[in-house]
């Protein structure tokens, strides 16, 4: 035997008849010597050992599952002769004890006895032992039932039921001892000194709970849950109490001092849940959010504590689009996305691209942000590295690959920086803008959409006054040339690179603390999807010069934000993540609106977007010259002449605006700079 092993070893030719049990063997019985003969410190030896077992673990079974059979039926035959039941058997232990066990060795195997990882064991192994026994059971029956008409014996029915059920109890205990000792000692191991409560006794909440106990290192005792069904209340679910209805929160962490509260996010309904989430956080336990069933069953389920739908916790309904007219005009379109690197840009241009345009351009002055859009999502466009202040530029790109539609989304937008470079935030917002739908309209370009913000509404910082300038350009060209050119307006969205979410998850990350510059800030919020989806709809809605602001429901209060996001860590806000107040940045105000008292609102088909109307007191051909003085300042190095020039544009216009800059001690210049402007104009 030996030599045929070395044979196999050297030519891998297997010897003919072999079963696979008896290579399982030969594994065990070679593989031995090789640990402990190459100079292993002998210590080692019974865990060398233990592994190998646990790799032939289904042979090791085979053996117990004979010797319990063995066992159960020789045991059922003492017992039943100690009882006297007439048992009277002439046949030899061949025929009475092993071609039984035989038989019920053979059926283990057939119900899939063999293979299992038992650690892990649940209803279904159990239900495989249960019918493997009880066919056993029959088969035996019938096998007896047979002998003894054979020998002409009396019958004794009890001998398969007793023999059935010692081996009911033999083979199923060998199994599911493993799983028992293994809650048992994960118990015993973590010694947790974090006690936690589950809200929902549902499959989820289950689910969660077993987790927890499999898993020694979540260093979090699951003391029981909460639900909304009073039938739960003092049952038990696993070996884990229902404790209290939901609404009994607050005095469950009390009176039993829990430290951790788990939420599912799909455990409810929406409603139910930001209930629940803030039943839950006016404990002084921490908040753990887990995620919805399907985002469960697609990744870890610790891993993906801590991890929460903002837009879901921001209350607000994701808004339902019907496409069919955005595919009636961008299907088989030549589409330009300016922008395209940035946050809404590379959203838009994912979402056109499912349309089917004719061609797709994407456009960005960021190199990286294109090639990572292109490359790294493998969308399907023609990429245009350019920047929208080059008027030649704009004009060639135009010419040559003449765009039905156009949606502007390239912009400066953080207001602070911008406060300090204003001549940036005009040379992109407004004279990039004029390049796009100066070209636009000349080479006949259907629809024209800018993508707008809510700080052009009122503006009170220089990125919202060349927004809004940005707005009156694009809707004189559409009305005076009749042309779909228009805007649509909207608030913050979550996720945005530099946006107050991303900063404040890194913060979060790093230990806080959480800057934010005013208790009392608010800000409408959208996630970035539903926002595109909204821009492609207001497209099909565009006319000649049309203004849109969409919908964001109500404001969200910023600090708020900050303390869901640092309970969604598991932290308490304030003692493990501090937050800090760092006052106003320039530009900044406590609170946006989507219109100011110049606009009126009206509603549309889509109960999402609203129209405004608004009275422009200035008309194109007045405009153009203004622009291009305002670009000269830019162009000169004079900023305050820039944004002293800027406003009073948007004044002239009706726009109630006021900047809010700190002009410097050298403010002459930009009064000398003034005059010489105005008398150009005259």
Known sequence: MSC?????????????????????????????????????????????????????????????????????YVLAFVLMKQAGVGLEHSAGPALSVFFPALLQLCLNKLFGLYGHVWRYASIEEALR????????????????????????QRFSWPLPVFASGFVLMG????????????????????????????????????????????????????????????????????????????????????????????????????????????????????????????????????????????????????????FTEIEQYVE???????????SIGSEIARQVA?????????????????????????????????????????????????????????????????????????????????????????????????ISTDKAARPGSVMGATKRLAEILVRETGRQEGLAFGVVRFGNVLGSRGSVVPTFVRQIMTGGPVTLTHPDMTRYFMSIPEAVSLVLRAGALLGEGDTFHLDMGEPVRILDLAHQLIRQAGLRPGSDIKVEITGLRPGERLSEQLHDESEQAFPTDCSAIVMLDSTVKIGRDELRPRVEQLNRFCKDGARWAAVSFLQQILVDAGVPAGLDIEYPAEMFLVEQRDREASNVLA
């Open 4 to 72: 045929g092993v070395q044979h196999w070893r050297r030519t891998g030719s297997r010897p003919l008849k072999v079963t696979k049990w008896v290579y399982s063997l030969r594994g065990m019985y070679y593989a031995l010597p090789v640990e402990i003969g190459s100079g292993i410190d002998l210590n080692t030896v019974p865990q060398c050992i233990y592994q190998r077992v646990k790799r032939y673990e289904s042979v090791v079974f085979l053996f117990l599952d004979m010797s319990i059979l063995l066992v159960a």
């Open 129 to 152: 032992i249960i019918s493997a026994v009880f066919v056993g059971f029959l088969v035996n029956l019938t096998y007896w039932f047979v002998l003894c008409g054979l020998l002409d």
């Open 332 to 342: 088989d379109s030549v589409v330009l996305v300016t922008g395209a690197g940035g």
């Open 171 to 322: 083979v199923g205990g060998v199994r599911f001892r493993e799983r028992l000792f293994a809650l048992e000692r994960g118990k015993r191991k973590s010694f947790p000194s974090a006690r936690g409560v589950i809200v929902g006794a549902d499959d989820i909440g289950v689910e969660i709970a077993l987790e927890f106990m499999r898993n020694a290192d979540a260093g979090m005792e699951v003391v029981g849950f909460v639900d909304e069904d009073p039938w739960k209340v003092g049952r038990s679910i696993r070996g884990i109490r229902v404790l209290g209805i939901s609404s009994e929160l607050p005095a469950v962490v009390e009176q039993y001092e829990i430290d951790y509260i788990v939420l599912s996010a799909g455990a409810s309904e929406k409603t139910d849940f930001m209930e629940m989430l803030d039943l839950a956080r006016s404990t002084q336990a921490r908040v753990q959010v887990v995620p919805s069933p399907a985002e469960v069953a697609s990744r870890t389920l610790l891993g993906g504590i801590g991890d929460v739908d903002i837009p879901r916790l921001l209350d607000r309904e994701q808004v339902q689009i019907d």
């Open 354 to 450: 499912r349309f089917r345009p004719r061609c797709l351009l994407i456009l960005d002055c960021d190199e990286t942000h294109l090639h990572d859009l292109l490359v790294g999502e493998g969308l399907d466009a023609l990429p245009l590295l350019a920047n929208i202040r080059d008027q030649q530029r704009v004009e060639r790109i135009f010419s040559e690959y003449r765009p039905d539609v156009v949606f502007h989304a390239a912009a400066h937008k953080h207001v602070p920086l911008l406060q300090q470079h204003p001549e940036e935030a005009v040379l992109t917002n407004v004279i990039g803008t004029r390049n796009l739908v100066t070209a636009a309209a000349a080479h006949e370009c259907k629809r024209f959409l800018l």
